[in-house]
């Protein structure tokens, strides 16, 4: 099995007519070659997560490399979300919800008894589908985390502006910081979350699908804002747009469903590499089929 390196852009996936498979990603799309650190930030051993007895998601094992950015793509129900959701615990806020095998964040182990959940949250933050700034102004909305979590803060000012300067958002909110966050257009308020997200100094961001409620326009910008917050931050992202993907990550982890004799899907893990490789050389069967429309 061996997809073409040479790209064919298809934007109606009916047209794709070629008898070779056409990886949908044009070779201007795909990100520059991951940086030469490969330094683990986090990395997960066999974890599966369960909703009661329900296995989501099975038996995943991959690292996370330091100031890159990880995507995690695949259909729709196969484990992302909760996947992304196992590293920073956020998964103990849903009642039921357990998680099985390890996650390491510098090689402590995130569910050890000892470890602070708020911490870990604070250390590796994140950024959702739809826009959730508080009802509060611009200025609180990126001062709240610094001040619920008791961080030393010799100016409050220099810090929200450092953050919202830090989420491409200050030059546009300057003038205006006492105003609502909720006044401000979709983008901005993901950007607003962004630097939220930053302003408690958090080492790994995730995002989980965080353009999929934006417009094209917003989301070219979020999307460079990822390029530039990677060199701080670690990032990993959910998005169930190739595309992005292969724009802006540089390893991808494909994630697919099996579904059992009882008829019930499981999540797990394909294949995960180098953002450039996996859209032009899988190794898994299923990857090539996603990647080239054929399903999902
Ligand atoms: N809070 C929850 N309670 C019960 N089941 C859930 C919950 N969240 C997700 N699931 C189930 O877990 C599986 C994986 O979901 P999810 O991680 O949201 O997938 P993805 O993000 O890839 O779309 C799905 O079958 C979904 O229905
Ligand atoms: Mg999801």
Redesign the pocket.
Known sequence: MHIPLRFQEVTDMTTATSERPTVHVAPRDLAPSAPASTATVMELSKVSVY??N?Q??RDTSLAIPQNQITAMI????????????SLNRMNDL?P??RVTGSVTYHGQDVYAKDVDPIEVRRRIGMVFQKPNPFPKSIYDNVAYGPRVTGMTVSNMDDLVEEALVGAALWDEVKDKLKTSGLALSGGQQQRLCIARTIAVRPEVILM?EPCSALDPIATNKIEDLMHQLAQTYTLVI?T?NMQQAARISHHTAF?T?DVDAAGE?H?RLVEFDQTGRLFTNPKDKRTEDYITGRFG
Do not use: E, M, Q, W
């Open positions: 909703y009661g329900y989501a998601v695949g259909p729709s129900g196969c484990g992302k979300s909760t996947i992304l959701r849903i039921g919800a989980d959910v169930h994630f469903a899907r999540g």
